[in-house]
């Protein structure tokens, strides 16, 4: 409801800051969403089990993506301490809990990261999943997995934010090994569709960020480092996987 006051006072300009945009102005703070969220822990946990939901209702990843070839052959099985899966910023754990049930006999430990108001709330964690308090804005601690995953993660965040998000878990990343799997929109270039223009839309007044097209995702990985960049679609429409090592 403040977008358009907040429009008409900066010119129609992109919000230069994830703490200047409608909510902001909206709800008379001066916390970012996702702080704000932390001071409301009411909010915060609606806002996980909705999070939790809508994930539970969109195609499952590992129902269409080549998991087998892409991530489990070729994993490290010498090690008992070698990770199989990150999932960094992952909520409440339905995708690792979702990993863990379609690939019981997967070698490697899997481990749940999110912040800690967020890991101290989860009533029922999934079992045989290590859980651990993390900010992705600061360095990753698990060195050298075979894969960090994140589902709707960076459209929260401009690029200069995912920068820095992106560079910790490159820092981290075993060269030829490690694969960075992100869960996200693949708009296209132009005349995207309208269910994805408007999330775009919400995440620009909501955090300052947006949906990013192929285009945007390579000039974003490629600017930390990554490569061999390669865009997975699901059948029929959906968000899509985009790959990537260092």
């Known amino acids: 409801m403040k977008a358009p006051e907040f429009f008409r006072q900066n010119n129609n300009k992109f919000p230069d800051s994830v703490k200047n945009t409608p909510f902001q102005l909206g709800f008379g703070t001066d916390l970012t969403y996702f702080a704000w969220l932390g001071q409301n822990p009411d909010l915060a946990r609606d806002f996980q089990q909705w999070m939790t939901l809508k994930q539970s209702a969109s195609p499952n990843w590992i129902d269409w993506f080549d998991v087998q070839g892409c991530i489990i052959d070729g994993t490290d099985t010498q090690s008992s301490s070698s990770v199989l899966l990150v999932d960094v910023g992952g909520g409440e754990g339905s995708h690792v809990k979702q990993f863990q049930e379609k690939f019981p006999g997967a070698s490697g430990r899997l481990i749940l990261q999110d912040l800690p108001h967020v890991i101290s709330g989860i009533d029922n964690p999934p079992i045989n999943v290590e859980l651990e308090s993390h900010d992705f804005f600061t360095p990753q601690s698990i060195q050298g ?22 560079t910790h878990i490159v820092d981290a990343m075993e060269p030829g090994y490690s694969r960075l799997i992100i869960h996200e929109q693949i708009l296209r270039d132009s005349g995207c569709d309208i269910p994805s223009a408007c999330m775009s839309v919400m995440m620009m007044v909501q955090v300052a960020a947006l949906e990013r097209s192929e285009k945007q995702w390579r000039n974003l990985l490629g600017s930390v480092g990554l490569q061999n960049v390669k865009f997975h679609q699901p059948p029929g429409t959906g968000e899509g996987i985009i790959e990537a090592t260092k």
Do not use: N, Q, T
Not at 145 to 166: G, K, N, P, Q, T
């Open 145 to 166: 997995a075979r894969v960090y995953f994140m589902h709707w993660i960076l459209h929260d965040w401009s690029d200069e934010h995912c920068r820095s998000i992106l």
